[in-house]
């Protein structure tokens, strides 16, 4: 999935640096607090652990990640890392330089707010299907900001740095929105990634059935009968569990399978467009590169310079 940068704090003043590997800038609130890291020389296997629950953001340059035993991963702006409390990570920092630092963030959230917030989404807004609850999945733990999610880290990230009385309010409300928002992530990760599957759940159904018929003309109305539910209730419940409308997760769904095909040298833009489900090449192209950044030409090109090299 393409990913949105998040808002870039100034960096620390050179005179009131403490050090080079990981300087800390703390921002301390009721139920969260907000760290700030930098480093200005390359280091290896820098150690660091929070008693909390902790959502971490790349904002500048690039790490390399090892958690859970698992093998290095390289870490950039964009994309977000969820660490369980009292996990043990190590990082590396291969270009980090006085120029070229990198800084991140790193928002230790309290476990209590975690639970409260948790109880309250499956007390009033109870998800569809056997065994289904609002929660955190410490498997799904490395995903892109959708422009969603990056907005409400914005958000909180101003309120945390902010000097008003009101700041832990606000955040609070925030934090709720931060755990919903990282919910309907992990939720359609997993989906594209093709490892949620519940019969019970009438979503799983939809988007078999969305996967399935690309190519046809496929409505809200035809969505929600399938589902067996009210246009309106459908609607509510696709949004609540992703995060995006029915109608804009098939749009995603067509550039994905377009993507795919791109993965041809030799075919045609004109085909990728039709075998995707587009009716228009014109408004395929105006929506990828929308989603992507780039046109599917462009696209096309760099899969087949990356398959060379």
Same mark, same amino acid.
């Given at each position: 999935?393409?990913?949105?940068?998040?808002?870039?704090?100034?960096?620390?003043?050179?005179?009131?640096?403490?050090?080079?590997?990981?300087?800390?800038?703390?921002?301390?609130?009721?139920?969260?607090?907000?760290?700030? &890291?930098?480093?200005?020389?390359?280091?290896?296997?820098?150690?660091?652990?929070?008693?909390?629950? #902790? #959502?971490?953001?790349?904002?500048?340059?690039?790490?390399?990640?090892?958690?859970?035993?698992?093998?290095?991963?390289?870490?950039?702006? =964009?994309?977000?890392? #969820?660490?369980?409390?009292?996990?043990?990570?190590?990082? *590396?920092?291969?270009?980090?330089?006085?120029?070229?630092?990198?800084?991140?963030?790193?928002?230790?959230?309290?476990?209590?707010?975690?639970?409260?917030?948790?109880?309250?989404?499956?007390? /009033?807004?109870?998800?569809? =299907?056997?065994?289904? &609850?609002?929660?955190?999945?410490?498997?799904?733990? &490395?995903?892109?900001?959708?422009?969603?999610?990056?907005?409400?880290?914005?958000?909180?990230?101003?309120?945390?740095?902010?000097?008003?009385?009101?700041? *832990?309010?606000?955040? *609070?409300?925030?934090?709720?929105?931060?755990?919903?928002?990282?919910?309907?992530?992990?939720?359609?990760?997993?989906?594209?990634?093709?490892?949620?599957?519940?019969?019970?759940?009438?979503?799983?159904?939809?988007?078999?059935?969305?996967?399935?018929?690309?190519?046809?003309?496929?409505?809200?109305?035809?969505?929600?009968?399938?589902?067996?539910?009210?246009?309106?209730?459908?609607?509510?419940?696709?949004?609540?569990?992703? =995060?995006?409308?029915?109608?804009?997760? #098939?749009?995603?769904?067509?550039? /994905?399978?377009?993507?795919?095909?791109?993965?041809?040298?030799?075919? @045609?833009?004109?085909?990728?467009?039709?075998?995707? =489900?587009?009716? *228009?090449?014109?408004?395929?192209?105006?929506?990828?590169?929308?989603?992507?950044?780039?046109?599917?030409?462009?696209?096309?090109?760099? @899969?087949?310079? /990356?398959?060379?090299?």
């Amino acid at each position: 999935m393409p990913k949105t940068l998040l808002h870039t704090p100034a960096l620390t003043h050179e005179k009131s640096l403490k050090t080079l590997v990981e300087n800390r800038t703390v921002y301390s609130l009721n139920n969260c607090e907000l760290n700030l &890291f930098e480093t200005y020389e390359a280091s290896q296997l820098v150690p660091l652990k929070f008693n909390d629950l #902790v #959502v971490t953001s790349m904002l500048r340059g690039k790490k390399v990640m090892h958690l859970f035993d698992q093998p290095g991963f390289d870490y950039l702006p =964009g994309e977000t890392v #969820v660490i369980p409390s009292n996990v043990g990570m190590k990082i *590396d920092f291969p270009e980090a330089t006085i120029n070229n630092p990198t800084q991140c963030l790193a928002l230790a959230i309290d476990q209590t707010k975690i639970t409260e917030t948790l109880h309250f989404l499956n007390e /009033r807004y109870p998800k569809e =299907g056997s065994a289904q &609850f609002w929660q955190l999945n410490y498997q799904n733990y &490395f995903f892109y900001n959708n422009v969603e999610l990056a907005t409400t880290i914005n958000k909180l990230v101003k309120e945390c740095m902010s000097t008003s009385i009101t700041k *832990d309010v606000l955040a *609070d409300l925030t934090l709720q929105e931060l755990l919903i928002r990282i919910i309907q992530t992990q939720t359609a990760k997993a989906i594209e990634e093709g490892s949620i599957k519940d019969s019970n759940n009438p979503i799983s159904e939809v988007i078999e059935f969305i996967r399935l018929n690309l190519r046809e003309n496929i409505t809200l109305k035809r969505l929600s009968e399938k589902s067996c539910m009210s246009t309106t209730s459908f609607y509510r419940l696709f949004k609540r569990e992703l =995060g995006m409308s029915p109608i804009d997760f #098939v749009l995603h769904e067509k550039i /994905r399978a377009a993507k795919k095909l791109l993965t041809n040298p030799t075919i @045609q833009i004109n085909e990728v467009c039709y075998l995707s =489900g587009f009716e *228009d090449a014109n408004y395929f192209t105006r929506l990828f590169k929308k989603q992507e950044g780039i046109t599917p030409k462009q696209y096309q090109l760099l @899969q087949g310079n /990356r398959i060379i090299q």
